[in-house]
């Protein structure tokens, strides 16, 4: 028996984004005697141990915003030239995987993956037209394109979104299907009445997740029903403006910031209803999550309608009314809640993450045959 082919992902740090969730959970449940991970990196990460745990490398260097362009380019060139010994590099940075599999060709490296994790680019006017410029040296480096969704690969790879290959944002059904013990629970240690309705969000504090947003529609919703509740999970550039909008409405007592938190799957059991107004997505992970654990999702039209595991669970709703999503809200509220979904229907749709992984192994070695 050989040793495993060493493929390498390229992130910006491993912390607990929807990609990096996809990556772990893949990690996890591949066949790490045929298939093994190194990354490289340009930030700390908080799956770092566990990766170095698994046998994995972390390579890093500095990220764009810390020395400028050029800085980053050379760097990149010069750490492809040092580790072309890699046969397949698999880069997860949107546009800015031009850049990266433009130096891994350069190098050498036969095998270079563009995935699309999302369906626009964060940041302003600048930003945007940079990662333009960085992103049109992706038909022209990559060799394979992957994507969680069909409109992912249509924003990243244009006229390529064709010949891309889905890869399904899997999930591990089983650490996810309800349980009223741990429901309650989780509900204590959040000091939340077992007759009130808890409302939750998963994602980073940033423009695209649209907190600003949730927070005007909790504002509303608090008014007809003052037992309400929403936990917010993640962290992010945004976070302070969030809180300081919730000490402006005063809504402190009711609106809980959890931070990061490792245990996504007990939180969603203590939810009565999982909101998600993002103004884009690629696919997101949380949403499969949410429905493995038979919540209710009230999610914005602008996410594609693939995310929706056909198990009754998710409602699309415009984000240009408020008064729509509490009318929403309430209408849930008073509803009779079955949080048995069948992990079979999740499996079925091609969302469960040890078939996800199967793939991912065949895919690798396959390329390097």
Known sequence: MGSPIRVLHVVVNMNRGGAETLIMNLYRNIDRSKVQFDFLTCKEGVFDQEILD???KIHRIPYITDGGHFHYIRNLKQFFKANNHYKIVHSHMDKMSGFVLKAAKKAGIPVRIAH?????????????LYKEYAGSNIVKSATHYLACSNLAAKWLFKNKADSSKLLKNGIDTQKFSFSKKIRDKVR???????????????????HQKNHEFLIEVFNELKKVDSKAYLVLVGDGTLRYDIEEKVKRLGLEEKVKFLGVRSDINSLLQAFDLFVFPSLHEGLPVTL??????????????YITDEVDMKVD???FLPINSGNIWVEEIRKISTKDQNRNCSYQALYQQGYDVKNTAHCMNDFYLEMVR
């Open 54 to 56: 698994r046998g994995g």
């Open 116 to 128: 699309s994790h999302n369906t626009q680019s964060e940041g302003g006017f600048i930003a945007r």
């Open 188 to 206: 204590m240690e959040l000091g939340v009445e077992e007759d009130s309705l808890v409302l939750g969000h998963v994602g980073r504090f940033n």
């Open 288 to 301: 499969i999550e949410a429905q493995g654990s038979g919540l209710p999702c009230l999610i914005s039209e």
């Open 313 to 315: 669970l998710i409602k």
